[in-house]
T-cell receptor, first 113, second 114 residues
Framework: KAGVTQTPRYLIKTRGQQVTLSCSPISGHRSVSWYQQTPGQGLQFLFEYFSETQRNKGNFPGRFSGRQFSNSRSEMNVSTLELGDSALYLC????????????FGPGTRLTVT | GENVGLHLPTLSVQEGDNSIINCAYS??????FIWYKQESGKGPQFIIDIRSNMDKRQGQRVTVLLNKTVKHLSLQIAATQPGDSAVYFCAEIGGYNQGGKLIFGQGTELSVKP
């Protein structure tokens, strides 16, 4: 069974731009969640989507948004990029949700200059 | 994935020894706890989980202990191997049936000496 895939793996953007990251979950998984990982803040939960609906949300500003499609694939969008948005963005999928075993992708490394 | 933080707590053990990694969680209402392992260049990998109605759970070479009285979680790795070298994170979630948030600890770097 294929694992969680994320595209692109690396991305460089300029302040003020917006970016869209993509995540394809493991086949059959309905839950996709997103995380930000930085040296200063560690791993932080962004949000979770389940069957195309946002079910849980962390404490991030509205510039961070996401969506999930009917095939469970998910995208995360960050608008008006700031230098502090430079991070590794991880997505994870699960059969039932974040309170169950999750499988993480390799992440997208975003650098904002 | 990468090791998180410039000053992660570090645990160094000899191959074959047992390792104990500790975690203090923050929310007394948390009812689900997970341990993850993150190797350099990879995303976190689920190791073991435990619900708040349990105080111990065992997996293959790993045991998780939960002490709700002092809000403490530990991961025990038996017969530690070089492949166990990684950063280990604990995570907690409160109200997982009511849209709870997953909160991660800062991580502990485990280094296994051959």
């Amino acid at each position: 069974k294929a694992g969680v895939t994320q595209t692109p793996r690396y991305l460089i953007k300029t302040r003020g731009q917006q970016v869209t990251l993509s995540c394809s979950p493991i086949s059959g998984h309905r839950s996709v969640s997103w995380y930000q990982q930085t040296p200063g803040q560690g791993l932080q939960f962004l949000f979770e989507y389940f069957s195309e609906t946002q079910r849980n949300k962390g404490n991030f500003p509205g510039r961070f948004s996401g969506r999930q499609f009917s095939n469970s694939r998910s995208e995360m969008n960050v608008s008006t990029l700031e230098l502090g948005d430079s991070a590794l963005y991880l997505c994870a999928s699960s059969l039932e949700g974040i309170a169950y075993e999750q499988y993480f992708g390799p992440g997208t490394r975003l650098t904002v200059t | 994935g990468e090791n998180v933080g410039l000053h992660l707590p570090t645990l160094s053990v000899q191959e074959g020894d047992n390792s104990i990694i500790n975690c203090a969680y923050s929310n007394s209402a948390s009812d689900y706890f997970i341990w993850y392992k993150q190797e350099s260049g990879k995303g976190p990998q689920f190791i073991i989980d435990i619900r708040s109605n349990m105080d111990k759970r065992q997996g293959q070479r790993v045991t998780v202990l939960l002490n709700k009285t002092v809000k403490h979680l530990s991961l025990q790795i038996a017969a530690t191997q070089p492949g166990d070298s990684a950063v280990y994170f604990c995570a907690e979630i409160g109200g997982y049936n009511q849209g709870g948030k997953l909160i991660f600890g800062q991580g502990t770097e485990l280094s296994v000496k051959p």
